[in-house]
């Protein structure tokens, strides 16, 4: 596996981990303990996301997430706690994926990988407390069940092509961007219109 597939990789993960940390762990140690996903050697140190108390754990934290997620208000709740926790979850899972014998790509990693995992919790955050203003909970039932699939598709697809990894990372990091964009535009609005009244 090339350095471009492994940066690609590491890139879509610790993004999507902005997103859905524990559904990554977990689903990256399912895939593993499959054998869906032939881990090269340099990558053996996620060999302990098959451990099955790390797979429990993460299971059950995707499963209070998956129910926290679609509940207005505390889904916003949830992802101001995991502001602290998504950021150096993708950092470490970015690390565990570049090679360890080099030290200066893990430090490059761990910090890009946390980068990523922020700015896409950001834009998570951001989207979702802008959905959350619509009166009805079935948007944000729909908006988290999109984040869930394709969270699972997008990670699945980032492992099985590791060439298409790398624009996988891309197109979430434009995605991102436009979230983070159109949340701030929304909030000027909301916030344009109260003084425009008050």
Known sequence: MGVMEIIGIAGSVSL???????????????AMRLDAIPVPE??????????PWVMGIAAVAALCEFFADKIMWLDSV???????VRPVGG???????????DPATQVIAFLLGGSAAFAAHAGKAGARGVVNTSPEPVSNIAVSTVEDV???GLLWAAYEYPYVAGA????????????????????????G???RTG
């Not at 999507?16 to 399912?30: D, H, I, M």
């Not at 949830?78 to 602290?84: E, K, L, R, S």
């Not at 996988?168 to 916030?191: D, H, K, N, P």
Request: hydrophobic share 65%; with cysteine.
């Open 16 to 30: 999507l981990a902005g997103w859905r940390l524990y559904l990554c762990v977990f689903a990256t140690g399912l």
């Open 42 to 51: 340099h990558l053996a140190s996620l060999a302990v996301l098959e451990n």
């Open 78 to 84: 949830w992802d101001a706690v995991h502001t602290f």
């Open 91 to 101: 950092a470490l899972l970015a690390l565990a994926i570049v090679d360890p014998s």
């Open 150 to 152: 394709a969270t699972a």
């Open 168 to 191: 996988i990372a891309l197109v979430l990091l434009a995605l991102t961007v436009w979230l983070l964009l159109l949340a701030r535009r929304m909030v000027r609005r909301f916030f």
């Open 193 to 195: 219109q109260r003084d």
